[in-house]
């Protein structure tokens, strides 16, 4: 059975996210009565706890599973699974504490005792503020607003007037973080869909949908979350227009409120790796790697605290967070060699983390890989790793990522001298070019002088070589062109053909005034 069914299957997915302790819990629960010791659903959480794959045919093999039982069987157990995870203490929030603490204030409610469900209430908002939970904070106001002036168990003139402030003040701040999260959101999309801007019309376009947009605010007003979507959106309008300074600033400005309100980081784990991410980014595309360095060691300063959320939910995250961050810290001094001892960690990362990272991700990670290894010359594995993303029918995001792909696919060729394969890989990367409407002045350029290699003298390859790097060097500033040097450092490849050096070697000589 393939592991394509495994992910089709979420009971399976769910059973085999549990821990041994959350495996327990959840016996312990399901035997609570006597009559439950051999029913059905515990006895199937056990046969789909042994499997290894999914495979319903096994399932239906056994005599206490009837085919037209399996699917409420399946609903049943899985909704028992979940019930005994919201009891465990282990899977326990502070956000879940809270709602089942407005849950009690409800259940006091309907039994008629007012004055206990408002004294609960003004508890749980106290923390629901502290906590920056706009949301819960509002639901909690609107039913003290309720209670108040349905059931007068208070002092109406003196409560109602700041229900209502406070209840128009969170209305106001949730309205502006929805403004900004959709922003955001929107924001990302055209990221992950086309990358940065390619030409003036793009960039114009963008500019525009930005600035109507974005929200007018005062920032002195916001509270964490509005802030956190306010800096998000303006990273990402950085990003997309290739203002990297820009990206930089708010990236780092997201990362900064929760160094200033440390005690947000456990509530908001993703958010907090999510925006180093993003802060990585921005300072491997800005080169600079000292700030780099120092940002990487204050994160797995963080990351190892005791305080830090350790789940199946935030793992994948850190594991890219982690890996993603600690390739590119190599590239940025050419120290290849170094991280090829990454890879292994690499792969197994993705192998046990296949089912919650998507696919794009795990292609960026191939890219990674594969960077590495035509860093060190080892171009077999280098077209291997690329192979796995060209041949992806079902990577339909981040054209960027596809298009230099294969122009690396190519100089790989070209590099392990198979010729033979090389006319094929250059008309076929030409095809794809022109249908994404891709095929900019630095592609073009370098396509051109590889299909044009053939035909060259041994003795006449180091002037091509230099005449491509001339031509290049005018596009390594051009707002539009300078993405094409982001991916695939064309520039210093043709410098270690010219100088008869490793790329290796020429980056790292690059590195030496770029450590600051």
Request: hydrophobic share 40%; with cysteine.
């Amino acid at each position: 059975m393939n592991n394509k069914n495994n992910h089709r299957d979420s009971l399976f997915n769910l059973v085999k996210s549990l821990t041994k302790s959350e495996k327990r819990q959840f016996k312990l629960y399901a035997n609570r009565l006597d009559g439950n010791a051999q029913a059905k659903f515990l006895m199937l959480f056990d046969l789909m706890d042994k499997m290894k794959f999914y495979d319903e045919a096994q399932l239906l093999s056994v005599e206490f599973i009837k085919r037209q039982q399996l699917s409420n069987l399946k609903a049943h157990l899985y909704k028992q699974i979940l019930i005994s995870l919201r009891l465990s203490a282990s899977s326990q929030t502070k956000t879940m504490e809270l709602r089942e603490q407005l849950d009690f204030a409800t259940i006091l409610y309907n039994k008629g005792l007012y004055k206990q469900s408002l004294k609960m209430l003004y508890r749980i908002k106290s923390k629901a503020l502290n906590m920056e939970d706009t949301n819960l904070a509002y639901q909690i106001v609107e039913f003290e607003k309720i209670i108040e002036s349905q059931h007068m168990v208070g002092d109406i003139e003196k409560n109602i007037p700041g229900l209502v402030r406070k209840s128009e003040t969170l209305s106001d701040a949730i309205l502006t973080s929805n403004r900004l999260s959709n922003l955001s959101i929107e924001l990302y999309t055209m990221v992950l869909r086309t990358g940065y801007v390619k030409n003036d019309h793009e960039f114009h376009s963008v500019s525009e949908f930005f600035e109507q947009r974005l929200p007018k605010v005062n920032f002195s007003t916001l509270g964490f979350k509005e802030k956190l979507w306010y800096f998000q959106s303006n990273m990402w309008y950085g990003f997309l227009i290739q203002d990297f300074l820009s990206a930089y600033k708010f990236a780092n400005k997201w990362v900064g409120l929760f160094y200033s309100t440390p005690e947000l980081i456990p509530l908001h784990p993703v958010f907090f790796v999510r925006g180093h991410q993003y802060l990585f980014e921005a300072l491997y595309l800005l080169k600079y790697r000292s700030k780099f360095e120092d940002a990487l060691i204050k994160f797995e300063e963080i990351l190892t605290q005791i305080d830090f959320p350790d789940n199946r939910h935030i793992a994948p995250l850190v594991f890219l967070g982690r890996y993603h961050n600690k390739i590119n810290f190599h590239f940025l001094d050419g120290s290849f060699d170094d991280a090829l001892d990454l890879i292994p960690d690499v792969l197994h990362g993705i192998d046990i983390n296949i089912d919650r990272i998507d696919q794009h991700h795990i292609m960026v990670l191939y890219y990674k890989i594969a960077c590495i290894y035509f860093g060190v010359e080892d171009y077999k594995q280098c077209i291997a790793y690329l192979e796995k993303i060209i041949n992806n029918k079902n990577l339909v995001i981040h054209e960027d990522l596809m298009c230099f792909s294969r122009v690396l696919y190519v100089v790989a060729h070209y590099e392990a001298g198979y010729d033979y394969q090389l006319e094929t890989q250059l008309k076929q990367t030409y095809k794809f070019l022109l249908k994404m409407n891709e095929l900019q002045a630095v592609q073009k350029a370098m396509l051109k002088f590889l299909r044009g290699l053939t035909d060259l003298y041994p003795g006449e390859l180091k002037a091509a070589f230099k005449r491509l790097h001339n031509r290049l060097k005018e596009y390594e500033n051009d707002p539009y062109e300078k993405r094409a040097f982001l991916y695939l450092d064309i520039l210093s490849w043709l410098e270690s053909k010219i100088q008869n050096r490793p790329i290796a070697s020429v980056i790292k000589e690059k590195a030496v005034p770029l450590i600051r």
